[in-house]
């Protein structure tokens, strides 16, 4: 089944405790791209990537690092978590270049206290 | 990136037809239309998405008028599981860097 990935699904952590959220596709997709929720804000984009080693910021970067060093796979990286980090957090991912739907994973929802 | 507006809510009767307007009158010529729908907070989902001529799928309907200035998303028959929010997006076609959602329009479908 063609699908997006993400672990965990729910996270509860303290400020400045270095926390990975994993996000992996099995549908060999280029683009890749983490998106947070909050309420009233809609979803906005933290970091994009369109292909293995090329990544780049989205609206909202500061406080987060993605890597990509597989095709398949799109961490996002928060060293040092502030309560304002806490949010929901979407990954999602697509072919490139064209006018392709993009597939979202289920969330994770982090909390900072 | 064109800006989109939506009504903030919408009801419709189980089993007609729910139409969702899109107004983004600043739209340019290598912009599509997409619409997606997310469910609670569950992870978007596609919906359908289109340039200038209306487009079907086995999910909706796709109208955008001639001028490309606003479109309609049509669900045929909706049932109770169609409640949602639905975004109306428009994004040039050349990459998918960035999905642009606003807020779109809470749809809730009435027994």
């Known amino acids: 089944e063609a699908q997006v990935t993400q672990n965990p699904r729910y996270l509860i952590t303290v400020t400045g405790k270095k926390l990975t959220v994993t996000c992996s596709q099995n549908?060999?997709?280029?683009?890749m791209s983490w998106y947070r929720q909050d309420p009233g804000l809609g979803l906005r984009q933290i970091y994009y990537s369109m292909n293995v080693e090329v990544t780049d910021k989205g609206d909202v970067p500061e406080g987060y690092k993605v890597s990509r060093k597989e095709k398949r796979n799109f961490p996002l990286i928060l060293e040092s978590p502030s309560p304002n980090q806490t949010s929901l957090y979407f990954c999602?991912?697509?072919?490139?270049?064209?006018?392709?739907?993009?597939?979202f994973g289920p969330g994770t929802r982090l909390t900072v206290t | 990136d064109a800006k989109t507006t939506q009504p903030p809510s919408m009801d419709c009767a189980e089993g007609r037809a729910a139409n969702l307007p899109c107004n983004h009158s600043?739209?340019?010529?290598?912009?599509?239309v997409y619409w997606y729908r997310q469910i609670h907070s569950q992870g978007p989902q596609y919906i359908i998405h289109?340039?200038?001529n209306n487009e079907t799928n086995e999910m909706a309907s796709l109208i955008i008028t001639e001028d490309r200035k606003s479109s309609t998303l049509i669900l045929p028959h909706a049932t109770l599981r169609d409640t949602a929010v639905y975004y109306c997006?428009?994004?040039?076609?050349?990459?998918?860097?960035?999905?642009?959602f606003g807020t779109g329009t809470r749809l809730t479908i009435i027994p």
């Open positions: 997006i428009v994004s040039p076609n050349f990459g998918n860097e960035k999905l642009t």
């Open positions: 289109g340039l200038k």
């Open positions: 600043t739209i340019s010529g290598n912009e599509y």
């Open positions: 549908m060999n997709h280029e683009y």
């Open positions: 999602a991912s697509s072919f490139s270049r064209g006018p392709y739907e993009q597939y």
